[in-house]
C-alpha cells in the first residue's frame, strides 16, 4: 500500500500496466527492494537489541512526547497547513477511540489507502459497461472473488452474533 502511494505521488499508475511501460523501473524496484531487504537484515543482528534497549529505557512522558512532535512535525511539513495537522488529530483521536472499541486498525488504514483506487477503478468498470453492475459477473475469476467475499461477510456476521 505504500508502495502504491509513492507511485501515485510520483504521477504513475499502479497496477499491470505499469510492468510494460516501465520494465526497467520495475527492475530497479526490485533489486533496490532486494538490497535495502539484505542490509536490513544484517543491521538489524548487530544494532536492534541496543537500540531496543536504549529506546525502552527512556521515560515514558519522553518517548510519547518525542513520538508526538515527529507527527505534528511531519504532518505540517507535508502541506504546510494547520488544517492537515487538525485532520491528523482528529485521526488520532478516532484511532484511540477505535482502539478502546477493540476495533482492529489495520483494515482500516488498508481502506483508507486503497479506497481511492479502487473507488477510480470501479467507475472506469461501470463507464466501460454503461453502468451495468453486471461487468463484475462476466469472468468467472470476478464472480469468485465477488462470491468469497460475500461468504466471508456472512461468515464474519454470524460469528459476531454467536459472541456473547
Known amino acids: 500500500a ?3 502511494g509513492a507511485l ?3 504521477g504513475l ?4 500496466t505499469l510492468v510494460q511501460q516501465q520494465p526497467m523501473l520495475m527492475c530497479d524496484f526490485a533489486t533496490i527492494s532486494l538490497l535495502a531487504t539484505v ?3 544484517m543491521v538489524s543482528l548487530v544494532r536492534a537489541q541496543t537500540v531496543a534497549k536504549a529506546i525502552l529505557q527512556l ?7 518525542s513520538i508526538i512532535l515527529f507527527c505534528f512535525v511531519g504532518t505540517y511539513a507535508l502541506g504546510n497547513s494547520f488544517f492537515d495537522v487538525g485532520i491528523m488529530l482528529a485521526c488520532g483521536v478516532l484511532g484511540f477511540v477505535l482502539k478502546m472499541k477493540s476495533y482492529p486498525l489495520g483494515p482500516i488504514v488498508v481502506g483508507l489507502i486503497l479506497g481511492g483506487i479502487m473507488e477510480s477503478n470501479f467507475k472506469r468498470a461501470l463507464l466501460v459497461s454503461d453502468g451495468s453492475f453486471f461487468i463484475f459477473l462476466k469472468t468467472p475469476i470476478s464472480f469468485i472473488l465477488l462470491a468469497v467475499s460475500a461468504l466471508s461477510v456472512i461468515f464474519q456476521g454470524r460469528m459476531i452474533r454467536r459472541m456473547p
Open 8 to 10: 501515485m505521488m510520483w
Open 13 to 16: 499508475q499502479p497496477g499491470p
Open 39 to 41: 542490509l536490513s537484515f
Open 59 to 65: 521515560p515514558t512522558h519522553i518517548l510519547y512526547s
Open 2 to 4: 505504500i508502495l502504491i
